[in-house]
């Protein structure tokens, strides 16, 4: 049986304390409410875990957080949340070369839009004239190999196309005409070259979705959280997010190995634990998990995300910088040294890299054989005697968002049951925390509770 305080008086009872359920308790206790959150497993974090392993710090996701996320600045009990940046934009790799793309700075931004508005107005160039101001890598056939960024004029289109998604207000993104994003890259005016080369590699990691069949109005958003903040890692492993939001809630909220079997509005039934009866339940469990719990519930499709984790003892990246495949070569959708971005994951002397590979991979052995030979491409650097350390699959990773894609899915189902994840938003961590603040949002407007949070915008973001 739970202890006494959870069966009396409790105001809301929330089940599963991934970062939705966690980032609602902490809404819902400074707004005065008592709150339980029951977790089925041992720890808390949800899809947020990190595995510690001989002092190594592995994620089970390959995270990637943009430190423009509005949530992360907004949701309390994160003041504490140490972003450890990758270098500006990406690194692509492509016919044995690295190009960095995407690296935003004001001047940039501001230079490539008076750049792009001039090339707008300019009359148009013949082709050998605009083709003779950039000189392509050549190949050992002496045949010209553009690179996936094409010359300096692709690449100051593709700079004014970010900062002008930069400059864009989410909530316009959204009134854009709604298509899955493969096939709606190419109306941004780039040239095929920087769509294949470095606009598809780089959405298939940020939305984990590697057809692309996302809408492209999470994609625009995916692209506007890109441009206008750096991606990041949490400092000391996924689970730290967690963590911080679950050490500043009253003592005894967290009750972690509880695992709820039914709900209703007014009562919880748990596996081992007895009942417990409160004013009004939120459901923060994934959304299978929810659909178990209340059928009805829609479940999404799923996009399946696998992370291998390998040491070795020098990093062989020095930059701590994402790297992307331009050319698709092998299963790994995108690396990176993640000891280089935060040194914390791995004991001194080691480098920690972390792969990921979108999709349903083929079994363990083979797949690690697969990715050591893109590696020692992508790093230019002989894998073999690389450690494997781990390898993570989730097959329910991320939360498919194919056209239609409804970013506010309802978080009230009935006065007194609420439900809140990343799958009423956008799969993200993004999605999941505002998911958590609109439901805390209705479930304090039902009780009469004012929220002690000053009514902001709910800021949209993927
Ligand atoms: C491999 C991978 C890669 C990802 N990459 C990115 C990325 O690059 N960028 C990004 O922003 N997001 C990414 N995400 C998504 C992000 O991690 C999730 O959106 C977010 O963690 C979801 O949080 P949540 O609280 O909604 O759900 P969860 O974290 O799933 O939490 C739900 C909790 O409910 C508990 N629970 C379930 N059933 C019960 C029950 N019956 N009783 C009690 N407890 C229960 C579960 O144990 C769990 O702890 C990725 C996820 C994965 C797995």
Do not use: N
Request: glycine letters at 8%.
């Amino acid at each position: 049986m739970l202890e006494p305080v959870c069966q009396a008086d409790v105001d809301v009872v929330i089940v599963g304390a991934g970062a939705a359920g966690l980032a609602a308790a902490q809404h819902l206790t400074r707004a005065g409410l008592t709150t339980v959150v029951l977790e089925a497993a041992p720890t808390v974090g949800g899809r947020m875990a990190t595995e510690k392993v001989d002092g190594f710090r592995l994620d089970r996701i390959g995270r990637l957080l943009s430190t423009s996320y509005p949530e992360l600045r907004r949701t309390p009990g994160l003041d504490g949340l140490t972003l450890r940046p990758f270098s500006p934009g990406v690194l692509l790799h492509s016919d044995g070369r690295h190009h960095r793309a995407g690296a935003l700075t004001p001047r940039s931004a501001r230079g490539a839009l008076t750049a792009a508005r001039a090339l707008a107005s300019a009359p148009r160039l013949p082709r050998t004239t605009a083709r003779s101001a950039y000189r392509p890598h050549r190949g050992q056939s002496g045949v010209p190999r553009p690179g996936p960024l094409g010359g300096p004029l692709d690449q100051t289109r593709l700079t004014a196309a970010l900062a002008r998604l930069a400059a864009t207000p989410p909530e316009r993104l959204l009134t854009r005409p709604e298509h899955p994003a493969a096939g709606s890259q190419a109306a941004r005016g780039l040239p095929p070259r920087t769509v294949d080369g470095f606009l598809r590699p780089l959405l298939s990691a940020l939305l984990c979705d590697p057809e692309l069949t996302t809408s492209s109005r999470a994609a625009d958003l995916a692209l506007h959280s890109f441009a206008s903040g750096r991606l990041c890692l949490p400092e000391g492993g996924a689970d730290t997010l967690p963590e911080l939001l679950a050490a500043s809630l009253p003592p005894g909220t967290v009750r972690t190995g509880v695992h709820v079997t039914a709900v209703s509005t007014t009562t919880v039934t748990t596996r081992d634990h007895g009942r417990l009866t409160c004013r009004a339940i939120l459901l923060a469990t994934g959304a299978r998990d929810a659909a178990r719990l209340l059928p009805g519930l829609r479940v999404p499709a799923f996009h399946p995300v696998t992370v291998l984790h390998h040491t070795t003892d020098e990093p062989p990246l020095a930059e701590p910088a994402l790297l992307l495949d331009a050319d698709r070569g092998g299963p790994v959708a995108h690396t990176a040294v993640v000891s280089q971005v935060d040194p914390s994951r791995a004991p001194a002397g080691r480098a920690l890299i972390s792969s990921t590979v979108l999709g349903v991979p083929p079994s363990a052995a083979p797949l690690d054989a697969a990715v050591r030979a893109q590696l020692a491409r992508l790093y230019g650097t002989p894998t073999s005697r690389w450690e494997l350390l781990a390898v993570h699959h989730t097959a329910d990773a991320v939360p498919a968002m194919p056209p239609p894609h409804d970013l506010r899915r309802p978080v009230r189902l009935l006065a007194g049951l609420y439900v809140c994840g990343d799958h009423r938003d956008t799969g993200t961590l993004q999605g999941a925390l505002h998911s958590a603040r609109r439901a805390a949002k209705a479930l304090l407007a039902d009780l009469g509770v004012q929220p002690v949070t000053a009514e902001e915008p709910l800021e949209a973001a993927a």
